[in-house]
């Protein structure tokens, strides 16, 4: 039985440690911002034992970024919980649109966005060629063996 509730202060190091695990840093780089856990809002996915599910978003004016989304047990769920909470979250503060960035390799993503009525809206050639500068853990070959090194944002309107 998997349980969702909304990140709190307490849950910093937590999340430092689990971007640190799955993203290999305590911060994340898109669009040339360094987004770090400090002052962004959340949700947790808990299996009873341990994280087995983060989401991480902000908002800017009427637009609610996500900045994160993260399972560690594809398939069962948990993504598509994730997002339908934030969603939610976005459309009680009459947010208008939601936004995020993936990059160019990561096709379960591109697949799992769009199937959720995400669309692409814009790509940022050679944007995670700079990231890389800022954040040198970046590997250069990314999932499915691509290159990895083009931004693409992805949209909802709500
Ligand atoms: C993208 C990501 C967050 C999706 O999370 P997830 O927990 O696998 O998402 P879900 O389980 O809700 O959905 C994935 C698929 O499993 C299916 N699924 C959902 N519940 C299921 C169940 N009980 N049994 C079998 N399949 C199920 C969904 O239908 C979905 O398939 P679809 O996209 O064809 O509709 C996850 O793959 C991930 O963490 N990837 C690595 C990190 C990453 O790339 N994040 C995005 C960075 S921009």
Known sequence: MIEYRQLTDDDLP??????KENWGDEFVVGHGVVYTPDGLDGFVAWD??????????????????IVSIDSTLEGQGIGTKL???????????NCRRMFLVTTNDNLNALSFYQKRGFEMVKVNRGAVNESRKIKPSIPLIGMNNIPLRDEIELEINL
């Open 14 to 19: 937590r999340l430092r440690k689990f971007w």
């Open 48 to 65: 009873g034992n341990d994280w087995v599910g983060l989401v991480t978003y902000t908002f800017l004016g009427e637009d609610c970024e």
């Open 83 to 93: 997002m339908e909470a934030v969603v939610a979250e976005a459309r009680k503060k």
